[in-house]
């Protein structure tokens, strides 16, 4: 039985990793040890499930043998019992063995940078940058997800022209990716006397926190310049030089930090961000190269993609990539958005299997 195969060779990798994580050699290679130890925590839920589909195998044989010499009725009847309970758990778990099975991109497990920017709209665009930046605090607050600011640069009246944070929690890149792209609201701007609709945008980018492991950074290759933080109005927010701005000179890639007190932590910050861009731009051709099979992965690899809309008038959420509309836009809008990713996850896992029969 092929599923059975294909489990027997998992759960047999799984145990030599184990073992290798008790050789001291690994242990005292760090980059080893932690792609070890990457991989023995992603293989350890497919072995678990493997366990109990196999004790149900075993039961259901157990309870068949029953049926087929077993003369007592009353046996016959628990037998009989067991099977009915028995089998629908059986294909449940093989439903959930497939679905395990389905090769993860290797970035899901990491921590998310998530940079939002207002578009067109002027004023209301960074307002709703700003409404959407609570919308991910609350969801991030709501699974116990740590949430960073790297850099802020205010609207004039309120929200965003731009706001980059870090989203440190357990497969945070693979839940949030989902919300790359642009996203649109409809509604009658605070600035608007006629009442009228408007439409205004902002775009969502989310990487994939890269580690050191990941990118090599050279201390020749990069620029860095410090200057004192602004606060909203051009105020200086403090008179120390410690705010940092990174110039990456190879690829022109800049960054800056400047939320914290202290120059080294937003030197730590902006490395982060730094790095994580430069894994991006080669993570970007993987991420083209699927997002033209996949429409629940466009936004990732076009970031020019409309993913979704936010109509107040009818208090309406769509997301265009799998025609989902919901009528619940004050609770999304509040951080309730785990419906929405949930239905990506599955639309995309759907994908994945059809890739996998495919192939």
Request: proline share 3%; aromatic share 6%.
């Amino acid at each position: 039985m092929e599923i059975l195969d294909k489990l027997e060779i998992i759960k047999n990798r799984w145990e030599e990793i184990g073992e290798q994580m008790n050789d001291p050699e690994v242990m005292s290679d760090v980059k080893r040890f932690v792609k070890l130890n990457k991989d023995y925590r992603e293989l350890e839920p497919i072995v678990n499930t493997y366990k109990e589909y196999k004790n149900i195998l075993g039961n259901i044989e157990n309870a068949k043998e029953v049926l087929d010499t077993e003369k007592d009725p009353e046996f016959r009847e628990m037998a009989k019992e067991e099977l009915e309970e028995l089998i629908p758990k059986k294909e449940k778990l093989e439903e959930e063995i497939r679905i395990l099975l389905i090769p993860k991109d290797p970035q899901d497990e990491k921590n998310a940078i998530v940079e939002i920017r207002a578009g067109t709209g002027g004023d209301e665009a960074s307002i709703f940058a700003g409404d959407l930046f609570r919308m991910y605090q609350k969801f991030c607050e709501s699974k116990k997800w740590k949430v960073d600011i790297v850099s802020i640069s205010e609207g004039t009246s309120g929200g965003f022209k731009e706001i980059v944070f870090n989203v440190t929690g357990n497969g945070a890149y693979g839940t949030m990716k989902f919300e790359s792209g642009v996203h649109r609201v409809q509604r009658v701007p605070k600035t608007e006397t006629q009442g009228r609709i408007h439409t205004s945008a902002a775009s969502v980018a989310v990487l994939p926190e890269a580690d050191e492991f990941d990118i090599e950074l050279h201390d020749k290759d990069i620029r860095k310049d410090t200057y004192c933080s602004s606060g909203p109005g051009g105020q200086s927010v403090n008179t120390t030089y410690s705010a940092i701005r990174l110039t990456h000179i190879p690829t022109g890639i800049v960054v800056t930090c400047q939320d914290e007190k202290s120059q080294l932590k937003n030197l730590a910050k902006a490395m982060k961000v730094l790095r994580s861009r430069l894994y991006e731009r080669e993570h970007a051709k993987y991420l083209e190269e699927i997002s033209s099979k996949r429409k629940t992965m466009v936004s990732t690899g076009d970031r020019s993609a409309k993913i979704r809309t936010y109509n107040w008038p009818q208090g309406r959420v769509t997301d265009h990539r799998i025609n989902l509309t919901l009528y619940n836009l004050n609770a999304i809008i509040d951080g309730d958005i785990q419906e929405i990713i949930d239905k990506l996850q599955m639309a995309e896992n759907a994908e994945k299997l059809k890739d996998e029969v495919g192939g």
